[in-house]
């Protein structure tokens, strides 16, 4: 097989990772499902991105799909798709800053938004007023979507990232 | 120092996304809360038919008078009524689309306020809280 396709396709190692992070993600997300718009999933995809870059995206799509069987097919499968995604980019892109503090505040601002960026799939449902009255609804479980964000950030940073990179590490020499 | 710095800058954009967020709430909660007040004064609107069917409505107002109440029941579709000008004012011939003109039909709209027949047209019957309102469809007698 030549370097060009190597490229283009998953490696075997490449979708055995996505697995383990995807599962990860899935159970993440249902430790904290009784409290709304709590949830380690931010975090983790930060990490994860931080740690294997862009390839990350794949395991958020298979995230997604895998959510569906939970909680089934609505408005939020729609949300998922680009939310996800959107946070791999920004902390792929601003890489050179990672640090705990960057990636705290980003992550709390990350939560204030979060109503904001899901209420752009009632733009097209309900027109923007409704869009607009159904994030305002929202703003009190946005902020304590922030808030726990930088806490679980701030508590869970050294520890799991140091855990991620020897796993990257020894990823990266397979 | 560039930490501090960036700590800094990262706790000013939280606090002030924080607060203009806030800000856009307590708005949308007061504005929702005006709108839910206005209507100071609980009413039972009802209307009797030519057949004694009753249609009952019940609701809020600000209105002063009984036509300004019924124009903001006919704005919201709670009613539909066509009145005609006269000398005295406003007289009723047509509620929900059943007519009572007195020339035409020798009938006419009885308006009945808590229980008395009111003394005064729609222009000037005050609306008062917890007024019940009847229009009763009569026949000449």
Same mark, same amino acid.
């Given at each position: 097989?030549?370097?060009?396709? /190597?490229?283009?396709?998953?490696?075997?190692?490449?979708?055995?990772?996505?697995?383990?992070?995807?599962?990860?993600?899935?159970?993440?997300?249902?430790?904290?499902?009784?409290?709304?718009?709590?949830?380690?999933?931010?975090?983790?995809?930060?990490?994860?991105?931080? =740690?294997?870059?862009?390839?990350?995206?794949?395991?958020?799509?298979?995230?997604?799909?895998?959510?569906?069987?939970?909680?089934?097919?609505?408005?939020?499968?729609?949300?998922?798709?680009?939310?996800?995604? +959107?946070?791999?980019?920004?902390?792929?892109?601003?890489?050179?800053?990672?640090?705990?503090?960057?990636?705290?505040?980003?992550?709390?601002?990350?939560?204030?938004?979060?109503?904001?960026?899901?209420?752009?799939?009632?733009?097209?449902?309900?027109?923007?007023?409704?869009?607009?009255?159904?994030?305002?609804?929202?703003?009190?479980?946005? +902020?304590?979507?922030?808030?726990?964000?930088?806490?679980?950030?701030?508590?869970?940073?050294?520890?799991?990232?140091?855990?991620?990179? %020897?796993?990257?590490?020894?990823?990266? =020499?397979? | 120092?560039?930490?501090?710095?960036?700590?800094?800058?990262?706790?000013?954009?939280?606090?002030?996304?924080?607060?203009?967020?806030?800000?856009?709430?307590?708005?949308?909660?007061?504005?929702?809360?005006?709108?839910?007040?206005?209507?100071?004064?609980?009413?039972?609107?009802?209307? !009797?038919?030519?057949?004694?069917?009753?249609?009952?409505?019940?609701?809020?107002?600000?209105?002063?008078?009984?036509?300004? +109440?019924?124009?903001?029941?006919?704005?919201?579709?709670?009613?539909?009524?066509?009145?005609?000008?006269?000398?005295?004012?406003?007289?009723? !011939?047509?509620?929900?689309?059943?007519?009572?003109?007195?020339?035409?039909?020798?009938?006419?709209?009885? %308006?009945?306020?808590?229980?008395?027949?009111?003394?005064?047209? %729609?222009?000037?019957?005050?609306?008062?809280?917890?007024? /019940?309102?009847?229009?009763?469809?009569?026949?000449?007698?």
């Amino acid at each position: 097989m030549s370097k060009s396709n /190597h490229k283009k396709t998953l490696q075997t190692k490449e979708i055995a990772l996505l697995g383990m992070m995807t599962a990860t993600l899935v159970v993440a997300k249902f430790a904290f499902q009784i409290i709304p718009n709590l949830e380690l999933v931010t975090f983790l995809i930060i990490i994860f991105a931080y =740690n294997f870059g862009y390839k990350v995206i794949f395991a958020t799509f298979a995230f997604t799909f895998l959510q569906i069987f939970q909680w089934g097919f609505n408005t939020w499968v729609a949300m998922y798709i680009y939310i996800w995604p +959107l946070l791999v980019i920004i902390v792929c892109l601003m890489r050179k800053w990672a640090d705990i503090w960057f990636f705290t505040f980003l992550t709390i601002i990350w939560g204030f938004c979060f109503g904001a960026m899901c209420s752009v799939v009632y733009v097209f449902i309900g027109g923007i007023n409704y869009a607009i009255s159904w994030w305002i609804t929202g703003i009190t479980y946005d +902020l304590m979507h922030g808030v726990f964000n930088g806490v679980v950030m701030l508590v869970l940073y050294y520890p799991v990232n140091n855990a991620v990179k %020897i796993v990257a590490k020894q990823y990266n =020499n397979c | 120092m560039k930490n501090k710095k960036k700590i800094i800058v990262g706790l000013l954009l939280v606090v002030v996304i924080a607060l203009a967020m806030l800000f856009v709430k307590k708005q949308s909660d007061s504005s929702q809360k005006a709108k839910v007040e206005k209507g100071s004064k609980a009413y039972t609107f009802v209307v !009797v038919n030519k057949d004694g069917k009753e249609k009952v409505t019940k609701g809020k107002t600000d209105a002063k008078y009984l036509k300004n +109440l019924m124009d903001e029941m006919k704005k919201d579709g709670k009613i539909k009524y066509k009145a005609q000008k006269q000398s005295m004012g406003s007289f009723v !011939v047509s509620v929900n689309g059943e007519r009572a003109d007195f020339a035409k039909d020798k009938a006419y709209w009885r %308006i009945v306020v808590n229980k008395k027949d009111a003394q005064k047209g %729609i222009d000037e019957q005050p609306v008062k809280n917890k007024d /019940h309102i009847e229009f009763v469809y009569t026949p000449a007698q």
